[in-house]
Every structure is written in structure tokens, then in C-alpha cells.
């Protein structure tokens, strides 16, 4: 009889045992143990399956060797589960450290925009986490978000973990352009080289989209491109209703480098500018404080002394007619919002055509035109591989034909910049010159003091004489007189 493993003792009852089916001539297996046989055995009794009695020891064993061996492998049976696909990696995500060497576009840009730039799906917060734990280094050193970067650095990007890659939002693809759409762009160029784009924008074209503005310059940029990969960016801009100069930076090294000139005043702008009546001061400086007018979205600006940010604009009168109009060149030394319509219209002198500002007594009669007559007329910038874009922009037919109807003269209008008139210094100028001079006399001074001493100290060491010997005066003492 063969031998069978006991089974649990606590289960439920087992109902009547069924018809025997096996094949005549099979093996009859040995009664069952009771369940009192059973349960006599301890729980941790690792012996084997005890032996049924009358049976000899051999076949025992036999009949268990048997069983396993018709036991089924569950190896061989059990259907091969496929092994989890790796998730994708999102870009800019690496299991391998890279290191990047910094370019020439990428020269003074922050770390963290480094990052937004060239790994883009590499936050902020994993970049902070890096630098704060030493795993992100520049040049083999410590690194912050907010440092910057030059040229020719080598940044060193640890592994990141992987991350299953969220469903793609759909990305929104620009329209491509017709071909009448990229002639227009292309006739607005006056200037271009290497790192700019300056265009003469005509009034009524928007420089960024809105609500409800289809057609703008920066849906124009991709016509601009030229010979180079890469899409122009703008850099500042003018209102829809204002013509001019308007400067285009072609790269990033060049953007960088125009909105820091920009945002120091060191890059001047002139406006030309039709306005109502003529200002009893020729050559003035306005400085009222600007602030968004409630009520009305942000859409419209005015003079605001408690809650407004600093803003300074200088005219100059070119020419008057009458007491009707005068032709003004405007500079913004600041750069708020509508500021030159807003500065004019305070002072009683709105821009011809300026509704928003000065209402119904903005316009003249006649054959003035009721467009805008502002006009961005020159732009001069430091260029970033050295040198100065310096570009005028022609007026807009309206504005031509507005100087011409109120008599007058074009060839009056381009005045030239304080830096570019040959003056005689002034005493305010004298008094900076003479500051400037003391200070570096100074610093000169400082510079002899020290050479000098550290001169006369050389010389004195090896002549200093031991303690004691000091003309008989004490030890580390001054001499006595004798």
C-alpha cells in the first residue's frame, strides 16, 4: 500500500467518498488515519509521512517516489509572464551622468534657465535638489540655480530617476505662413546682420498676439529666420497703433544681451510725435508717476503720485504751426506702459490721434489723418560682438502727409543726442571730472604708501638687532636717549 502525507487536521467535513475510478489493476491505497491519529502529532514534527502498517518499509517508499513523480512541474506548466517593460524616459531625463560644455549663446544666462532651455523636462525643483545636495557641479564645483553661467563652463548633470512619461498635451503648431505673408515680413527689414533685426513696423499691426489679434509680428518671426535654424526673438515692444524701429534679436546670446540693455538705460529710443498745441517749454523733462487705471482691465493707464511706479519722458520741440500743433521728439527714460501718450496728454499736449488718452480734442480737422502720429523713429544699441546698431525708420504715409499739410520742413526733425553734441563742459561736468580725478589720485596715493612699506620692511629685516643689544635700552623697548 502506498504511503500518503497526513492531511490538516481541522477542516471541514468531508462528505461521502465517491466511486473508486481508477484502472483495474491500480494500486489500492491503505485505509485513512482517524483524525484522532492525526492530531496526535505535534505541528513541528518534521519527521517524514509515517509508515501504514502491514506495509513494508521498501514499497513505502516506492509509493512516495511515485506520487512526486506524477506531481506535475509547476515550472515547466505555469505560463511565462512577460517582464515589465522599462518606462520611457522623458526628455532630458538620463540613467548616465552627461556633462555639457556651455556655448557662446549661453554666456550669462542663469543656471536654471540653462536647464528650461536645453533640458527642458528637467524642473525646477530637481535642479534646486541637485545643487543643494552637490550632485549638480560647474567646473567640478557647487553650483546654485541662480548662478550664471560662461562660456566654456562644463556642467555636470547627474542621473535622474525614470518617470513614465505623462499622455502628451497636444502642442500648439503655428500656422505656416503664405507667401505674401513672408514677402510682407521681409520688406519690413531695414537693418539685419549676424545677431539683429531691426523693422519698420506700420501702425496698426500688433507686436503680440491677444485676445482677439490674429495678426502680429511675432506670428511673423518664422519668415525671418534667414540662414539661420533658429526662430528670431522679440526683445521689446511697441503698441499696435505706433509705427517705427522695432528691434529683433536673432539668437539667444543676442536676446540676453539687448534685454540688459534695455532694462540698464543704456539703449536709447526717439520718437517723433504730432501733438496738440505747442508745450511753452521747448526743451523739457516730464517725471509723473504711472500706474494701470482701475476699471479698466489694465487696458489703460494714468498718472497716479501715491501708487505709481517712476516714470521720466523727455520732449524737445522741433518745429510748431502756431499755436495749432507741434512737431516733438520724445525719449523714454523709463519703459512703462503707453507711457509717452500718458505723459503728453497730463501735460495739455495729447499725440494727435490719441483717443485713448485725449479723448475728442485729439484730432485736428482738415486733411490731418485721425490715425496715431507717433512714430518710433531711431533706435541705438551697443551690438553684442561689439560695435552699435544705430537705425532710423522712414515715417508712415499718413504721418508724412500730416508734417507736409501743416508746413513742415523733414529736414529739421533728426536732432542729435546730448552724448552728440560738441559743448563746452559745464560746471556740473567739472565737478564730475574733478571727483572722478581725486579718486584716482587717491588710489594712487594708497598704491605708493604700500610699496613703500612693504619696500622698507624688506630692507630693515635683516638689520634688526637681537634683544639687548638695542642701545642698552629694554628688551623689545624703544632706545634710551643718551
Known amino acids: 500500500m502506498k504511503g500518503r502525507p497526513p492531511g490538516k487536521s481541522s477542516g471541514p467535513a468531508r462528505g461521502p467518498r465517491k466511486p473508486d475510478s481508477r484502472k483495474p489493476g491500480a494500486a489500492a491505497r491503505g485505509p485513512r488515519k482517524s483524525d484522532d491519529t492525526r492530531s496526535a502529532r505535534k505541528p513541528d514534527d518534521k519527521r517524514g509521512p509515517r509508515k501504514t502498517e502491514g506495509a513494508p518499509q521498501g514499497r513505502a517508499r516506492g509509493g512516495v517516489k511515485a506520487a512526486q513523480a506524477r506531481k506535475p512541474d509547476v515550472a515547466s506548466v505555469a505560463p511565462k509572464v512577460p517582464a515589465p517593460k522599462k518606462p520611457s524616459l522623458a526628455k532630458g531625463v538620463s540613467l548616465d551622468v552627461r556633462q555639457f560644455r556651455v556655448g557662446m549663446d549661453d554666456d550669462g544666462i542663469r543656471l536654471d534657465r540653462w536647464f528650461q532651455r536645453h533640458l527642458p523636462d528637467v524642473g525646477f525643483n530637481v535642479v534646486s535638489r541637485w545643487t543643494r545636495t552637490g550632485q549638480l ?10 548662478d550664471r553661467l560662461t562660456e566654456g563652463q562644463l556642467i555636470r548633470v547627474p542621473p535622474a530617476e525614470p518617470k513614465a512619461v505623462a499622455a502628451a498635451k497636444p502642442k500648439r503648431v503655428r500656422p505656416e505662413l503664405s507667401e505674401d505673408e513672408v514677402t510682407f515680413a521681409q520688406n519690413m527689414v531695414i537693418h539685419r546682420d ?11 499691426l500688433a507686436t503680440q498676439g ?38 529683433i534679436a536673432r539668437t539667444s546670446r543676442a536676446a ?11 539703449a536709447r529710443k526717439v520718437y517723433w510725435a504730432i501733438v496738440m498745441g505747442v508745450p511753452s517749454i521747448e526743451d523739457g523733462m516730464v517725471e509723473l508717476p504711472i500706474a494701470k487705471q482701475p476699471g479698466t482691465g489694465g487696458e489703460k493707464m494714468h498718472v497716479d503720485e501715491e501708487e505709481g511706479l517712476p516714470a521720466r519722458s523727455r520732449y524737445r520741440v522741433i518745429e510748431r504751426a502756431g499755436n495749432r500743433a507741434a512737431w516733438v521728439e520724445l525719449q523714454p527714460h523709463t519703459g512703462r506702459t503707453h507711457q509717452l501718450r500718458v505723459h503728453m496728454a497730463a501735460i495739455g499736449h495729447p499725440i494727435v490721434g490719441d483717443g485713448k488718452y485725449g479723448g475728442k480734442e485729439s484730432f485736428l480737422s482738415g486733411s490731418i489723418s485721425r490715425k496715431m502720429h507717433l512714430h518710433a523713429r531711431r533706435i541705438r544699441v551697443d551690438h553684442p560682438d561689439g560695435g552699435r546698431i544705430d537705425v532710423r525708420a522712414d515715417l508712415p504715409d499718413h504721418f508724412a502727409a500730416s508734417l507736409t499739410a501743416l508746413g513742415f520742413d523733414l529736414n529739421r526733425g533728426d536732432l542729435p ?22 579718486k584716482q589720485f587717491r588710489k594712487e596715493r594708497r598704491g605708493e604708501r604700500r610699496s613703500r612699506g612693504d619696500g622698507a620692511s624688506s630692507k630693515s629685516s635683516p638689520a634688526k638687532a637681537s634683544p639687548g643689544k638695542s642701545g642698552g635700552g629694554k628688551p623689545g623697548g624703544a632706545p634710551r636717549r643718551k
Open 417 to 438: 543726442l546730448d552724448e552728440e553734441i560738441a559743448r563746452p563742459p559745464t560746471r556740473e561736468d567739472e565737478k564730475k571730472f574733478a571727483r572722478a580725478h581725486a
Open 256 to 266: 540676453a544681451h539687448f534685454a540688459k540693455a534695455f532694462s540698464s538705460r543704456t
Open 210 to 247: 491677444g485676445t482677439k489679434t490674429d495678426d502680429h509680428v511675432d506670428g511673423l518671426l518664422d519668415a525671418l529666420e534667414y540662414e539661420l535654424d533658429q526662430r528670431p526673438k522679440l526683445v521689446h515692444r511697441l503698441d499696435k497703433d505706433t509705427s517705427g524701429a522695432l528691434l
Open 137 to 146: 557641479r560647474v567646473d567640478g564645483a557647487r553650483a546654485a540655480p541662480g
Open 194 to 204: 549676424a545677431q539683429a533685426i531691426v523693422i519698420n513696423k506700420p501702425p496698426g
